[in-house]
């Protein structure tokens, strides 16, 4: 009974309008409600403040001749000091950013502050109505009824500081009144009740009314700046808060860190085991960095796999140092996702403020090109951004703006790297090979700019021209030879992909049987994903499907059982070890007796040496490539090739 009646009078005392029946919020809530009841306190109080000072003033003026003019003189010299002095500092407090969340001990203050004022007004129709002049009784009265009036409008959201003020001022009119007996007094005493008490019911509607709507507005931002799979923060969420840290600066100089920080292979996850498992990794992602960080402070979902964290008050740059740790380490142990353990990995991105960025551009651009270095090192990587970041993403930048245009200004062009059909000793057919000539770099490699074609959808317009180009160049071809096209995740997420390979096998006349599909083991995750129907597609147009760097990603029999595979291509890994390492060779053995069961060609890519074409031959490899056979040449140089007698001569020896 005892804690519970001290914590309602602690409540009570903090403004909670439950105390009063009012609406019942958890402390978050409640917080939030103080601090927009405080700012509305902050705002009124610069003109009450000097109310205050302008009334005491007028009061001392109206009782220079009552006999307590000189206790009257120190009074309002008193009141109009506190009154100028509190004045100014809700000033230079309303210049500061709005506080979110004002604390109990908070508001305790402010009703204190109150009942000190009213006391203080309460004073003057004790102490200075019976001997003041009728004027200056009538003054006593106009400025008691005034401040009443004021303090019900200043406090008008908390009852409790309005009752903290308004309460001295009606005691100290009920005393003076109850010192003499005419009946005048008490028709006054009545009016002074009557008057209280729609004071204060309007108080308490207004301030229910108040808290009821707040309440709304925090459900109604909550639903803006939540992120809905995760419940963090959001990016709106976090762009208010980095304007907060930036104002904070500008203020008090107050120094941030910016962690940016996103899921290493995140997209595998998605595809081998689905979206809703991928939502649930990020749901359980979320828990986990969020216990990483300080109390006060919140991770944000600002994107897909996307994580970011405002680090207020900076002491140190070791201090985001550390919390970057906490959030790499937060990752050692597996997600357990439907009975499955997926294992996950992070690598971080750190700017300091205001030293890498005063501007939340530059801050998140910053940002980004430090956790870019971090993914490009590997897998739970962290790096501090350096200015030789900001210059690798202006080239990266640069690059894609180049790439945008390179197929009109005719840039892009293929090469054609032989296959040879070891049964025969003859080539069979080149792979079309990507390449880009930019005007003022030179050749740029294609693991530079092809994860920026796919990141930007660049991918699907220059993946159309690759197909188109390859076909037309196919048709001057004899009709024995294919040509292979390596196809990129992404471009499988293009409904208009199918069209586009007909319409170019139409168009340059070339039989479909001719044209061939490379693509990697990632596209089929996520049982198959949507490349299972893609593949079956080109399958019965009559194009064929290879299975590309057989080996070095999620291999499984399952493909080569549910997908009519026409060949596959063993890394070149493995081709490379295979003559000095025994296991290299026994998976290369393998995977050949594997396929030749399953009645799919193999081919080993990466053949360099006489010695790996002969182990190669003696295994019963089907078709080998590599640069024993022949590097990637132009369109022009691959009749030549077909027709090189010294070529055949290796091939037969």
């Known amino acids: 009974m005892r804690t519970h009646l001290?914590?309602?009078?602690?409540?009570?005392?903090?403004?909670?309008?439950?105390?009063?029946?009012?609406?019942?919020?958890?402390?978050?809530?409640?917080?939030?409600?103080?601090?927009?009841?405080m700012s509305l306190v902050l705002g009124y109080s610069v003109g009450i403040m000097l109310a205050n000072?302008?009334?005491?003033?007028?009061?001392?003026?109206?009782?220079?001749?009552?006999?307590?003019?000189?206790?009257?003189?120190?009074?309002?010299?008193?009141?109009?000091?506190?009154?100028?002095a509190f004045g100014l500092q809700s000033h230079l407090s309303r210049r500061i950013t709005k506080p979110q969340f004002v604390s109990r001990r908070a508001m305790h203050r402010l009703v204190r502050n109150a009942f000190m004022l009213g006391a203080a007004w309460g004073i003057v129709p004790v102490a200075f109505f019976a001997n003041a002049s009728t004027g200056g009784q009538l003054v006593i009265t106009c400025l008691c009824s005034g401040m009443l009036a004021g303090g019900a409008l200043a406090f008008a959201t908390i009852p409790i500081a309005a009752i903290?003020?308004?309460?001295?001022?009606?005691?100290?009119?009920?005393?003076?009144?109850?010192?003499?007996?005419?009946?005048?007094?008490?028709?006054?005493?009545?009016?002074?009740?009557?008057?209280?008490?729609?004071?204060?019911?309007?108080v308490f509607v207004n301030s229910f009314a108040f808290a009821r709507r707040v309440i709304r507005q925090i459900e109604a931002e909550r639903i803006v700046r939540q992120d809905p799979l995760t419940h963090l923060p959001n990016r709106v969420?976090?762009?208010?808060?980095?304007?907060?840290?930036?104002?904070?600066?500008?203020?008090?100089?107050?120094?941030?860190?910016?962690?940016l920080l996103d899921l290493d292979h995140f997209k595998e996850v998605n595809d081998r085991f689905g979206h809703p498992a991928g939502d649930e990794v990020l749901v359980q992602v979320a828990s986990r960095l969020q216990r990483c960080t300080r109390a006060a402070e919140h991770v944000a979902r600002i994107g897909g796999d996307e994580f970011a964290l405002v680090m207020a008050n900076l002491a140190r740059p070791e201090d985001a140092l550390e919390i970057a740790e906490r959030f790499v380490a937060a990752f050692s142990e597996p997600?357990?996702?439907?009975?499955?353990?997926?294992?996950?990995?992070?690598?971080?991105?750190?700017?300091?403020?205001?030293?890498?960025?005063?501007?939340?551009?530059?801050?998140?651009?910053?940002?980004?090109?430090?956790?870019?270095?971090?993914?490009?090192?590997?897998?739970?990587?962290?790096?501090f951004f350096e200015e030789v970041d900001d210059?690798?993403?202006?080239?990266?930048?640069?690059?894609?703006?180049?790439?945008?245009?390179?197929?009109?200004?005719?840039?892009?062009?293929?090469?054609?790297?032989?296959?040879?059909?070891?049964?025969?000793?003859?080539?069979?057919?080149?792979?079309?090979?990507?390449?880009?000539?930019?005007?003022?770099?030179?050749?740029?490699?294609?693991?530079?700019?092809?994860?920026?074609?796919?990141?930007?959808?660049?991918?699907?317009?220059?993946?159309?021209?690759?197909?188109?180009?390859?076909?037309?160049?196919?048709?001057?071809?004899?009709?024995?030879?294919?040509?292979?096209?390596?196809?990129?995740?992404?471009?499988?997420?293009?409904?208009?992909?199918?069209?586009?390979?007909?319409?170019?096998?139409?168009?340059?006349?070339?039989?479909?049987?001719?044209?061939?599909?490379e693509i990697t083991e990632s596209m089929l995750l996520s049982k198959y994903g949507s490349a299972a129907s893609i593949l079956n597609a080109l399958l019965?147009?009559?194009?064929?499907?290879?299975?590309?760097?057989?080996?070095?990603?999620?291999?499984?029999?399952?493909?080569?059982?549910?997908?009519?595979?026409?060949?596959?291509?063993?890394?070149?890994?493995?081709?490379?070890?295979?003559?000095?390492?025994?296991?290299?060779?026994?998976?290369?053995k393998s995977v050949i007796s594997l396929a030749r069961d399953l009645n799919i060609d193999v081919v080993?890519?990466?053949?360099?040496?006489?010695?790996?074409?002969?182990?190669?031959?003696?295994?019963?490899?089907?078709?080998?490539?590599?640069?024993?056979?022949?590097?990637?040449?132009?369109?022009?140089a691959v009749q030549a090739l077909l027709n090189s007698k010294k070529l055949r001569a290796i091939f037969a020896a």
């Not at 007028?58 to 506190?82: E, I, Q």
């Not at 006054?188 to 009740?193: E, N, T």
């Not at 205001?354 to 551009?361: A, V, W």
């Not at 159309?464 to 180009?469: K, L, N, Q, Y």
């Open 237 to 259: 969420a976090f762009n208010e808060t980095l304007d907060g840290a930036l104002k904070r600066v500008a203020l008090s100089g107050e120094e941030f860190a910016v962690l």
């Open 53 to 84: 000072a302008c009334n005491a003033a007028v009061l001392a003026v109206a009782l220079r001749h009552s006999p307590d003019w000189t206790f009257a003189l120190a009074w309002a010299v008193v009141v109009a000091g506190a009154a100028i």
């Open 335 to 383: 997600f357990l996702i439907e009975n499955c353990e997926i294992v996950g990995a992070t690598s971080v991105g750190i700017v300091l403020a205001p030293r890498d960025g005063n501007t939340p551009l530059d801050i998140m651009k910053n940002a980004d090109a430090a956790l870019y270095r971090a993914k490009k090192a590997g897998p739970g990587t962290i790096c």
């Open 164 to 202: 903290a003020f308004t309460t001295p001022i009606f005691i100290g009119i009920a005393i003076c009144l109850g010192r003499d007996g005419d009946p005048a007094y008490v028709l006054v005493a009545v009016l002074v009740l009557v008057y209280g008490t729609v004071l204060l019911r309007a």
């Open 6 to 37: 001290t914590n309602y009078v602690v409540r009570l005392f903090a403004g909670d309008l439950s105390a009063f029946g009012g609406p019942s919020t958890d402390e978050a809530v409640a917080g939030h409600i103080r601090a927009e009841q």
């Open 540 to 588: 019965e147009l009559g194009a064929t499907v290879a299975l590309d760097d057989f080996g070095t990603g999620f291999s499984s029999l399952t493909y080569l059982r549910k997908l009519p595979f026409s060949r596959i291509k063993i890394d070149q890994s493995f081709i490379r070890d295979m003559l000095v390492q025994p296991d290299c060779a026994a998976i290369v």
């Open 391 to 517: 210059k690798a993403s202006r080239d990266r930048k640069a690059l894609q703006v180049d790439l945008a245009g390179a197929i009109a200004r005719d840039e892009l062009f293929l090469v054609f790297q032989p296959f040879l059909d070891l049964g025969t000793n003859r080539i069979t057919g080149f792979e079309a090979l990507l390449r880009w000539q930019h005007p003022s770099r030179g050749l740029v490699p294609p693991s530079e700019f092809i994860p920026i074609a796919e990141e930007t959808g660049l991918i699907h317009e220059i993946g159309e021209w690759v197909i188109r180009r390859a076909c037309a160049t196919l048709s001057d071809w004899p009709e024995d030879i294919r040509v292979a096209v390596n196809f990129s995740v992404a471009q499988f997420h293009n409904a208009s992909i199918l069209q586009t390979i007909v319409q170019a096998l139409a168009d340059a006349k070339v039989a479909p049987h001719r044209l061939e599909i």
């Open 604 to 636: 080993a890519e990466g053949v360099e040496t006489a010695d790996q074409l002969e182990y190669l031959r003696q295994i019963a490899c089907d078709e080998v490539q590599g640069y024993l056979i022949g590097r990637p040449v132009s369109a022009d």
